[in-house]
T-cell receptor, first 111, second 112 residues
Framework: GNSVTQMEGPVTLSEEAFLTINCTYT??????LFWYVQYPGEGLQLLLK?????DKGSNKGFEATYRKETTSFHLEKGSVQVSDSAVYFC??????????FGTGTRLKVLA | EADIYQTPRYLVIGTGKKITLECSQT?????MYWYQQDPGMELHLIHY???????EKGDLSSESTVSRIRTEHFPLTLESARPSHTSQYLC???????????FGQGTRLTVV
């Protein structure tokens, strides 16, 4: 089927720790892939994107690489900050009009 | 910075009332979406539109209705609000091709 699976949270890290949030997808074809971030009480904001295999999206120290062979788009950051505490959603395009979102991973960074 | 706006941000309303949640975007996007977000964070697509005068039901059945009379405007209406409608509602839009969706800040609806 067509889906997005991301690791369940919550993920709790100390400040300056390394972050990985796993995301895998199933798809027929080559969707565009996205990571969104949602801060409390807000809508989703695009964090980064990749539109074809081997593309690396990056923004604000976060990175993710579109891996067609493993159908993955894992989110990484080398050194998290307290301000990175939020919910992170992996997503992919579906057909011409839709998006499929993962269930979200809550990240809590402790000072 | 995305130019998509939702009003109101917060709404507390009594059972049986009719409400309209507003969503407007100034980016000229043809596609617009309404998502319902439960407390467990998961997003559920309830309506979408790929242009003026086109609306489609999403993956999650909803008692709400939508209209798309103008490109920039995609309001959602509940004819008779119930406590089960209490949720966060997120509006989004996207342009041509495999572009990202831009989200509004959401409307937190509470029906008492």
């Amino acid at each position: 089927g067509n889906s997005v699976t991301q690791m369940e949270g919550p993920v709790t890290l100390s400040e300056e720790a390394f972050l990985t949030i796993n995301c895998t997808y199933t798809a027929t074809g080559y969707p565009s892939l996205f990571w969104y971030v949602q801060y409390p009480g807000e809508g989703l904001q695009l964090l980064l994107k990749a539109t074809k295999a081997d593309d690396k999206g990056s923004n604000k120290g976060f990175e993710a690489t579109y891996r067609k062979e493993t159908t993955s788009f894992h989110l990484e950051k080398g050194s998290v900050q307290v301000s990175d505490s939020a919910v992170y959603f992996c997503a992919r395009t579906s057909g011409t009009y839709k998006y499929i979102f993962g269930t979200g991973t809550r990240l809590k960074v402790l000072a | 910075e995305a130019d998509i706006y939702q009003t109101p941000r917060y709404l507390v309303i009594g059972t049986g009332k009719k409400i309209t949640l507003e969503c407007s975007q100034t980016m000229g996007h043809d596609k617009m979406y309404w998502y319902q977000q439960d407390p467990g964070m998961e997003l559920h697509l309830i309506h979408y539109s790929y242009g003026v005068n086109s609306t489609e039901k999403g993956d999650l059945s909803s008692e709400s209705t939508v209209s798309r009379i103008r490109t920039e405007h995609f309001p959602l209406t509940l004819e008779s609000a119930r406590p089960s409608h209490t949720s966060q509602y997120l509006c989004a839009s996207s342009g041509q091709g495999w572009t990202e969706a831009f989200f509004g800040q959401g409307t937190r609806l509470t029906v008492v």
